[in-house]
């Protein structure tokens, strides 16, 4: 299981490397500019960005024949689809750990009212829950379908996360319980649905 965690991890490092050094730049802009606008795209594309970037990971059980090689390893098709979701996982709370260090270090150094705290910590929560509705969709999406339109479906995932995202999160009273309640579920419900057409699969 380590193992094949951390396959995923390295097959996503030098994309999650380069948009680290992206991200590093960008820090140093939000934590300079007192702009509240500039922390809130910091904080969406930090973290949402490294959930996609996570998501290619499934492009390596596809690519030179690496899937089906797995296959005649002493590993259960449910190891793999889990070292997938446990990789979701992962970097999704890289990106909240780092925009979260960023963002507390600019506001330490700006300043702020209760009022912007309140707004980011719901902004965390809208990125957070895009970040899982988009990986709930996409893995099983590609498992099914096959990964000739990986980008396609990454795209197709990733306006669907934030559409169901944006419609919870409109919701008057515990709207931020709500999102990421449903977010959570839907990526806990993706998982075993995933592992089901795997099994169906011959390779």
């Given at each position: 299981?380590?193992?094949?965690f951390?396959?995923n991890?390295f097959a996503v490092w030098?994309?999650?490397?380069?948009?680290l050094?992206?991200?590093?730049l960008?820090?140093i802009v939000v934590?300079?500019?007192?702009?509240q606008?500039l922390?809130m795209?910091?904080i969406?594309i930090?973290?949402v960005g490294?959930?996609?970037?996570?998501?290619?990971a499934?492009g390596?059980?596809?690519?030179l024949k690496?899937g089906k090689y797995k296959?005649t390893?002493?590993v259960?098709?449910?190891?793999i689809?889990?070292?997938?979701?446990?990789?979701?996982?992962?970097?999704?709370?890289?990106?909240?750990?780092?925009?979260?260090?960023?963002t507390g270090?600019s506001?330490m150094?700006?300043?702020?009212?209760?009022d912007q705290?309140?707004?980011?910590?719901s902004?965390f929560?809208?990125?957070?829950?895009?970040?899982?509705?988009?990986?709930?969709?996409?893995?099983?999406?590609i498992?099914?379908?096959g990964e000739d339109?990986?980008?396609?479906?990454?795209?197709?995932?990733?306006?669907?996360?934030?559409?169901?995202a944006?419609?919870?999160?409109?919701?008057?009273?515990f709207?931020?319980a709500?999102?990421?309640t449903c977010?959570l579920?839907l990526?806990?419900v993706s998982?075993?649905?995933?592992i089901s057409?795997?099994?169906?699969k011959?390779?």
């Open positions: 299981m380590k193992g094949l951390r396959n991890f030098i994309n999650a490397k380069v948009f050094i992206f991200m590093l960008f820090a934590t300079i500019i007192p702009e606008t922390q795209y910091f969406m930090g973290i490294f959930s996609v970037i996570a998501a290619t499934i390596n059980e596809f690519s690496w296959l390893l002493p259960k098709r449910t190891d689809v889990r070292s997938l979701f446990l990789n979701q996982i992962f970097w999704t709370i890289v990106g909240t750990l780092f925009t979260g260090i960023v270090l506001y150094i700006q300043g702020f009212s209760f705290f309140s707004g980011i910590f902004l929560i809208l990125a957070v829950s895009i970040s899982f509705f988009m990986g709930a969709i996409f893995i099983p999406m498992y099914l379908t339109k990986i980008v396609v479906f990454l795209i197709i995932s990733l306006f669907c996360a934030v559409s169901i944006a419609m919870l999160f409109n919701i008057p009273l709207g931020n709500i999102i990421i977010a579920m990526f806990a998982y075993p649905l995933t057409i795997f099994k169906r011959e390779f």
